[in-house]
C-alpha cells in the first residue's frame, strides 16, 4: 500500500513522492471493518482512526514496537452512505439520475438486512 502527495512545483512541473504507508497498522483488519460496514450499501465511505488511548503505558518512553501494536485501537469516526467530493454539478447529476434511475427499472435485488433490528 502507497500513497502520493503532491510536493512543491519545479519549473512548471510537479513533482511527486512515494511513501510507503506504515507496516505497523493491520491493514486487513480495516479493510474488514470497512467491508464489514458498508456491506449491502451504495456509495458508502468510512473513516477509521487507528491509535493508542492516551492513558496507554506504551506512550512512555521505551516501550517496543511490538508492545505498540498490542495497544492499538481501531475506531470507526465517520462514516457516510453518499459521495462526498468535489465532481462539479454536472457529474452529480449523472450520478443522481444513473441511481435513480437503476432503481426505477428496478435493476436490483433485495438483501434481507439483519444489522438492524
Do not use: C
Not at 3 to 23: A, M, T
Not at 65 to 72: A, N, R, T, Y
Amino acid at each position: 500500500l502507497t500513497s502520493i502527495s503532491k510536493k512543491k512545483r519545479r519549473k512548471g512541473k510537479p513533482q511527486f513522492y512515494v511513501k510507503l504507508l506504515p507496516d505497523w497498522i493491520d491493514w486487513g483488519r480495516i479493510i474488514d471493518i470497512a467491508e464489514q460496514l458498508g456491506k449491502h450499501k451504495d456509495m458508502f465511505r468510512v473513516d477509521i482512526f487507528v491509535g493508542v488511548g492516551a492513558d496507554s503505558p506504551v506512550l512512555r518512553s521505551g516501550a517496543t514496537k511490538e508492545e505498540m501494536v498490542k495497544e492499538l485501537r481501531y475506531a470507526v469516526s465517520e462514516s457516510d452512505v453518499y459521495p462526498l467530493s468535489a465532481l462539479g454539478d454536472q457529474v452529480y447529476d449523472e450520478i443522481k439520475r444513473l441511481w435513480i434511475g437503476g432503481y426505477k427499472i428496478g435493476n436490483y435485488r433485495l438483501i434481507q438486512n439483519t444489522e438492524v433490528p
